[in-house]
């Protein structure tokens, strides 16, 4: 069974930064795409950013430049480093993979850039 549990999330004023993490368990991240959403209140749930089994990374445009996601195959966790947050990007961030014909998510971990 796989487990996907995010943490890292928190308060920051805008302009600040935050590295999110993903610790999985049951699969392995380092054959596995391994992905960040991102829910806000009152909107629907988008991607942030992937990380494929070659190291190949991927970016929603709102994350370009902004966010890094890697990898950490030995202790299994992906990561999301985001600087220069901005109001716009509070929302549940959700870590999710594909893993034998399912896809997994975890709970979240809640960013919330306010002053």
């Known amino acids: 069974q796989v487990q996907l549990v995010e943490a890292g999330g928190g308060l920051v004023q805008p302009g600040g930064s935050l590295r999110l993490s993903c610790a999985a368990s049951?699969?392995?991240?380092?054959?596995?795409?391994m992905n960040w959403y991102r829910q806000a209140p009152g909107k629907a749930r988008e991607f942030v950013a992937e990380i494929d089994a070659d190291g190949n990374t991927y970016y929603a445009d709102s994350a370009k430049g902004r966010f890094t996601i890697s990898r950490n195959n030995v202790n299994r966790t992906t990561s999301l480093q985001m600087i220069s947050l901005q109001a716009e990007d509070t929302a549940l961030y959700y870590c999710?993979?594909?893993?034998?014909?399912?896809?997994?998510w975890g709970r979240g971990t809640q960013v919330t850039v306010s002053s």
């Open positions: 999710q993979t594909f893993h034998a014909s399912k896809f997994y």
């Open positions: 049951g699969c392995a991240v380092s054959k596995d795409h």
